[in-house]
């Protein structure tokens, strides 16, 4: 079984849709937590960063489960420029990183 | 402010060939950590350098070695290539190692063929 795992998709939605990603996590010493977005043959980039209260940034909202070592990430009202793949981070606070395989997502006219 | 720029872009060596791999830091950033991602899955950590010295070590073998440099910069060293070295390899630069939450930034990579 692998340390973070995510649904790997496809997930096809149309403009404007809501979507949701998940992620599960089995290093219960893992401390911080992200979800980063990568572009075809592109760096990942940071998408944000998970906090225990759960935060927002614009369409973008994480939440943290730490009893359920759960982690979510929902787009509202899609764009087309959300198409990318999502990758769920996890880290410990010694400083190693796991990712995720990521969950591609396209959104269509 | 410069980024994380990493050299070459792009790599094709031949099995059982050594190849060095360069990464810059963000300008501020004092942690490097180099991943390997092969087509189709996430990034895989390889190690990470802080204060010149490997902190933390993923599940590559011995062939895979670094080195950080006082300015901070790093190179990765792999011996000995296999053809499943093939990959886009990464290097993430962070904000002062001893503080998490460790958002990582990432240079655009260095795509590695191996033939």
């Known amino acids: 079984r692998k340390e973070v795992e995510q649904d790997p998709g496809p997930f096809n939605v149309p403009e404007g849709a809501t979507v949701a990603f998940n992620c599960t996590y089995s290093?219960?010493?893992?401390?911080?937590f992200f979800w980063y977005r990568q572009d075809c043959r592109k760096e990942p980039k940071l998408l944000m960063s998970?906090?225990?209260s759960g935060n927002e940034d614009g369409r973008f909202t994480a939440q943290l489960n730490r009893a359920s070592q759960y982690i979510s990430l929902l787009i509202r009202d899609s764009k087309l420029s959300d198409s990318a793949t999502y990758l769920c981070?996890?880290?410990?606070?010694?400083?190693?990183?796991?990712f995720g395989d990521g969950t591609t997502l396209t959104v269509k006219p | 402010d410069a980024g994380v720029t990493q050299s070459p872009t792009h790599l094709i060596k031949t099995r059982g060939q050594q190849v060095t791999l360069r990464c810059s830091p963000k300008?501020?950033?004092?942690?490097v950590s180099w991943y390997q991602q092969a087509l189709g899955q996430g990034p895989q950590f390889i190690f990470q350098?802080?204060?010149?010295?490997?902190?933390q070590r993923g599940n590559f073998p011995d062939r895979f070695s670094g080195h950080q440099f006082p300015n901070y910069s790093s190179e990765l060293n792999v011996n000995a290539l296999l053809l499943g070295d093939s990959a886009l390899y990464l290097c993430?630069?962070?904000?002062?190692?001893?503080?998490?939450?460790?958002?990582?930034?990432f240079g655009p990579g260095t795509r590695l063929t191996v033939t």
């Open positions: 981070v996890v880290a410990t606070n010694a400083g190693k990183s796991t």
């Open positions: 350098y802080y204060e010149e010295e490997e902190r």
């Open positions: 300008s501020g950033h004092d942690t």
């Open positions: 998970v906090y225990s």
């Open positions: 290093n219960s010493a893992s401390q911080s």
């Open positions: 993430a630069s962070s904000l002062p190692g001893s503080t998490p939450p460790y958002e990582q930034y």
